[in-house]
């Protein structure tokens, strides 16, 4: 059974989708590994580490494709590439296929099965698949040095002979696991971190990692599989001015709020930011998640630009977790080996459909669309 | 007696010399401020917020120069400002005298006593206006975000459910303020941490912050006044070996060695950096001290760029202190206020010539260049 994995071809994409370590794991189990040539370069990850764990390493990519019973990538697969899967094959992609309709007929018009890792169901079981979770870890991450980067402050207290220098005011709008990596990382650097979400359950998580929360003082809103859901217009009145009240008063503000396959919710207004003390910093992760553009938690983001409104400074990074490609391969690679395992029986692709993950990140199957 | 503060001329200087809380201080003391329109702009120091404290802000900056008792200021004046200065005017900067000796030649001209807030001696009575302390803290804490944002791995260690990603190795060489705060923003970020500095006296500090400390098994060197000294080339040799075997297995290498007046000692070779694996890091401090350019601790490094040298990527920070002008101002206006403060006898300038913090920071006076 022959697992390809190409360069990614996005711009900007500098992850890649094996490692030296998951060449090792799906060998293992009855897989053959070929790679482009240099598939892994953005990432630091050598062909000939990929090469000593026993991938072979080839440069004709459509030949990869044409051999390939599974491929394995980051983004989903060019149109011109899906043209060349045989009929039948497997890929596994961090596809959104809601921001990729095209892909996903070309998937289905060529009878390819293909498995979006971001829909694997948020259950225990199918955490190591989980790479919205491994890679908005990375996101939340990054998105704190960039912050810190633009401040004109430094974020930690220092106690020094010409006198105090106050820790920085950060607030994180969205705990799901980005925001909870950004408030830990902040932390990390000493900050004051306030924190929100619309689900009251993050209260605990944000206040272990020793952020305070920020409670509207109303019922909870928390979707299925513990995901936030879309919101009514009351209560949005009510997050408003709570959250402009909190964002007037920070140094920092940084945004992770998503609701999967729905445009960014929108936290922080145009006026909110203008209330903002020169010198502040927005980094907003809701402007893209996972290489789709989402719209923004700030009214006044552009993605992949840096804003200056009136001395504040508002940050949309594109594909954030690329920025550290390395660690985020890693990551990644483990998860698609893992859902790619569990696909496999006795060395052959054999899903079982009853499996709620299999089911789950299914995304087309003999030349059907199941997920939009 | 007036005191004027005027808008930095030098490219890519944000900071200021004054803050509010400066102009209260030295308004006490007898002063009356006055600060040119837009002086701390670029640190988000606001004019209202100076004027709310008693500053006078105005326009015309030849009559500024020409009214002033005193001036203050980060970069040295330009020559051209010097000419308008008053005969027997007082100027505090962070002068370096023997990077900029053209704007000494023509204060000592101009008959200007000038302090330089880098020359005070480093005893615990001065270290309020230890201007080099408090910047090169901040030098210490960019070098960390700049390093961590390059870098194609994370910092600290994970444990998640898709693996555990190993911590990045962190290599400082230089263990003064910069150094120092270095390895504590780096800790902080959750890096492992491994510290070398001539001065054997560093050890108990390094090892404080939770790194490990690079012996080479040799005699201390430290030099006069607490400050690194000028080595044999015996025990350069010595010091080549064991750190490049440090810098091939770190991930980060960040330098900040400097030896005061001179250029920055060469700690990292061409080889060293080939002999780094692809996605290494080396921020060089060194480069340039305080607004000079030093010639770098890295043999690679070119001052303002971003070198690739076969994935391995050296910055070399042009005036890394000025990336966090709110803070770094803040610091630096309270030293140079407190030098400032021990000139002032009785409302007027009346410096002690017997003080060492003022005979030893003092570069010219009565005609005569007393420091180059």
């Known amino acids: 059974?022959?697992?390809?994995?190409?360069?990614?071809?996005?711009?900007?994409?500098?992850?890649?989708?094996i490692v030296p370590e998951t060449v090792a794991a799906l060998t293992a189990v009855g897989c053959s590994i070929a790679v482009e040539t240099g598939a892994g370069r953005h990432?630091?990850?050598?062909?000939?580490d990929l090469a000593a764990r026993g991938a072979s390493v080839e440069t004709d990519r459509t030949h990869l494709l044409q051999s390939a019973d599974a491929v394995l990538s980051v983004q989903p697969l060019p149109v011109g590439d899906i043209a060349y899967l045989a009929a039948g094959s497997t890929v596994v992609s961090f596809l959104q296929p809601w921001a990729h309709r095209d892909a996903v007929r070309a998937l289905a018009a060529r009878s390819v099965t293909s498995f979006s890792l971001d829909l694997v169901p948020r259950i225990s079981r199918a955490q190591s698949m989980d790479a919205l979770s491994s890679q908005a870890l990375v996101a939340g991450y990054r998105a704190v040095l960039l912050a810190a980067a633009a401040a004109p402050r430094m974020f930690p207290l220092f106690m020094t002979a010409a006198g105090t220098v106050a820790p920085a005011k950060v607030l994180v709008l969205g705990a799901g696991v980005a925001g909870l990596q950004a408030i830990a990382t902040s932390r990390r650097l000493g900050a004051v971190v306030t924190a929100y979400d619309v689900r009251a359950a993050a209260a605990d998580e944000v206040r272990s990692l020793g952020a305070m929360f920020l409670d509207l003082g109303l019922d909870s809103q928390e979707g299925a599989g513990g995901y936030a859901r879309v919101q009514s217009e009351e209560f949005l009145a009510r997050q408003r001015e709570v959250i402009g009240e909190h964002v007037a008063r920070s140094d920092v503000v940084i945004t992770a709020a998503a609701v999967p396959g729905r445009p960014a919710p929108l936290l922080v207004s145009a006026d909110m930011v203008q209330a903002m003390r020169p010198g502040g910093v927005v980094v907003d992760l809701g402007a893209e998640a996972g290489g789709a553009e989402r719209g923004g938690n700030c009214e006044l983001t552009r993605l992949g630009e840096v804003v200056d409104v009136d001395g504040v400074t508002i940050l949309g990074p594109r594909n954030p977790a690329s920025a550290h490609p390395l660690h985020a391969s890693a990551l990644y690679a483990r998860n698609a080996a893992n859902l790619l395992t569990l696909l496999i029986r006795d060395g052959q692709l054999d899903p079982d459909w009853d499996d709620e993950v299999v089911a789950g990140s299914c995304v087309t199957k003999d030349g059907e669309v199941l997920k939009t």
Chains 1, 2 share one sequence.
Request: glycine share 4%.
């Open 1 to 17: 059974m022959q697992v390809v994995v190409l360069r990614e071809t996005v711009e900007g994409e500098r992850r890649v989708a």
């Open 43 to 48: 990432a630091f990850v050598r062909d000939e």
